[in-house]
Nanobody, 120 residues
Framework: QVQIMESGGGLVQPGESLRLSCVFS????????MVWYRQGPGNQRELVAS???????YYTDSVKGRFTISRDNTTDTVSLQMSSLKTEDTAAYYC??????????????WGRGTQVTVSS
C-alpha cells in the first residue's frame, strides 16, 4: 500500500523559514523523481522543486535561492527547506513521487498536502 505523508506546514511571518518533509512508502524501486507542488488560493497547481535519486534538482524561478530540496534515499524522505518566505508562497504544498513503470510510462503518487501560510 502506497503511503505519502507531508508535514511541516504552518503559519509564519514574511522572511521566516519552514521545512517541509515528505515520507513515503510502498512505492518500491525505479523512482524517477520526487517533486514538491503547490496550489495557492485561486491558482493552478504549480511545480515548485524536484529532485531525482541521483540528486539532480530543478526549481521554479520564483523560489530559486530561497528554497532547497533534498532527499534521503535510505529513509524514503524528501524535504523542502523554505527560507525568506513571502506572502505569495502561501499555498497548499503537495509531495509527488514518480515511478517509472515501463519504457515510456510512469505512475505518480500524491500526498494530501500541507498548508503553508505566510502572513504578517
Amino acid at each position: 500500500q502506497v503511503q505519502i505523508m507531508e508535514s511541516g506546514g504552518g503559519l509564519v511571518q514574511p522572511g521566516e523559514s519552514l521545512r517541509l518533509s515528505c515520507v513515503f512508502s510502498g512505492i518500491g524501486s525505479s523512482i524517477s523523481q520526487m517533486v514538491w507542488y503547490r496550489q495557492g488560493p485561486g491558482n493552478q497547481r504549480e511545480l515548485v522543486a524536484s529532485i531525482t535519486p541521483d540528486s539532480s534538482v530543478y526549481y521554479t524561478d520564483s523560489v530559486k535561492g530561497r528554497f532547497t530540496i533534498s532527499r534521503d534515499n535510505t529513509t524514503d524522505t524528501v524535504s523542502l527547506q523554505m527560507s525568506s518566505l513571502k506572502t505569495e508562497d502561501t499555498a497548499a504544498y503537495y509531495c509527488m513521487v514518480q515511478k517509472k513503470t515501463g519504457v515510456d510510462s510512469y505512475a505518480s503518487y500524491w500526498g494530501r498536502g500541507t498548508q503553508v501560510t505566510v502572513s504578517s
